[in-house]
């Protein structure tokens, strides 16, 4: 029956980008699923009614960058507490696993994780590694199987995942990132590439991707940047991003600072997709300076994004890299109901970035509330 709701949120604002919403208007859940979106349900028939005034109710956020293959890959943890903590309903792992090992993060971690945990599959046969770095053989390097693993995978495998620094590749770089785009196209799924420290120049990376190529990390401190010293975008990456490439902010530890992003936005280059990068080697309590995806959303907000610019940045928006967005990204009746509750609290706030930078802040977004396939958790505030 349409008025009969296993849940029912009250009194919220409801902020759906994609398609204009921005009003008070409660939502009703049933079976797992979004079966209405209007003012004044009736509360009579609902299991349960949460009274969610002063929040706002959004789509589920997707994190578009984390390394989620706890137990086998260095750089794994286990985010699903984490995420429905925080808003969080999808997550894409960035190449923990690769060819050999892609069927283990489906048992492991997308099958027993509440939270919808899709992944990039690493062009490295065994995924991402922390020393020595994944290609530094590039004997290592399977395109076909990469292109294999994603075919056999279509429910959870997105992409094809490349990381191109020195640490990683050593001069391997411009080979790789052919060999990552050839999966790519055999897939017809977008290639993710990791800069910073690269051996080969920003300028060539930005010409060689594909619309719908995503370079993640893209506000890196670590050169080649994607500005010149002047601060200026280079006319490459400008190009790249009319073009349709995809520029993800990838947070994790280093690739963040303050300043290269307010110039970055200020010459044009706003992200397309905000994400965290969630690590397991971010050895600091908290994740230390990354905190959660709602703490990086807030670095936004502190660099004058709106909230609803925000989250078309973590919901629609990685949706559609993926071609997803029939699927994920949108607050829909008819759809699995993934919910983020969340409010802008005024409270001091110290924000920090890669380079030693410290930005205090009266504001922060914080989950109150995560509803996944229609099951609700508390938020961490
Ligand atoms: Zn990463």
């Not at 048992?107 to 590694?129: D, I």
């Not at 990068?277 to 004058?304: E, S």
Request: charged share 20%; with cysteine.
């Amino acid at each position: 029956m349409a008025d009969t709701f296993d849940l029912l949120l009250t009194g919220g604002t409801v902020l759906n980008p994609v398609t204009g919403v921005n009003r008070k208007l409660d939502v009703g859940v049933a079976e797992g699923r979004v079966t209405a979106i209007l003012a004044d349900l009736p509360r009579a028939n609902a299991n349960k009614v949460l009274d969610v005034a002063g929040c706002y109710v959004t789509p589920g956020l997707i994190d578009f960058h984390v390394h989620s293959y706890w137990g086998v890959n260095p750089y794994g943890c286990n985010l699903d507490a984490l995420c429905l903590a925080t808003g969080v309903t999808t997550t894409m792992d960035a190449g923990s696993a690769g060819p050999v090992n892609f069927l283990g993060f489906r048992n492991l971690v997308s099958e027993s994780s509440k939270t919808r945990m899709l992944g990039f599959v690493a062009l490295a046969q065994h995924g991402v590694l922390n020393e020595p770095g994944e290609l530094l053989n590039l004997g290592f390097a399977d395109s076909d199987g990469a292109a294999q693993t994603v075919g056999d995978n279509r429910d959870i495998g997105v992409g094809i995942k490349v990381r191109l620094h020195r640490k990683s590749i050593g001069e391997n770089s411009r080979a790789a990132l052919r060999l990552a785009i050839k999966a790519g196209e055999a897939t017809r799924t977008p290639t993710m590439v990791h800069v910073g420290d690269t051996a080969i120049s920003m300028s060539e990376i930005a010409d060689t991707l594909r619309p719908g190529d995503i370079i993640t990390h893209c506000y890196t401190p670590q050169k080649p940047s994607i500005i010149d010293e002047t601060g200026k975008l280079l006319t490459e990456v400008r190009k790249a991003k009319e073009r349709g490439v995809i520029f993800d902010v990838g947070h994790a530890g280093g690739h963040f600072d303050f300043d290269l992003v307010r110039r970055a936005m200020g010459d044009g280059l706003l992200p397309d997709v905000i994400s965290s990068d969630l690590h397991g080697r971010l050895k600091q309590p908290g994740f230390g300076i990354v905190g959660d995806l709602p703490t990086t959303l807030t670095k936004f907000l502190a660099l004058g994004l709106n909230l609803e610019e925000i989250i078309a940045r973590c919901t629609i928006n990685p949706a559609r890299v993926i071609d997803w967005q029939d699927r994920i990204g949108s607050l829909e009746v008819g759809r699995e109901a993934d919910i983020a509750v969340l409010k802008i609290t005024d409270e001091p706030t110290t924000l920090r970035d890669s380079v030693g930078g410290e930005w205090s802040v009266n504001q922060r977004i914080a989950a109150q509330w995560t509803i996944r396939q229609g099951e609700l958790f508390k938020g961490k505030g």
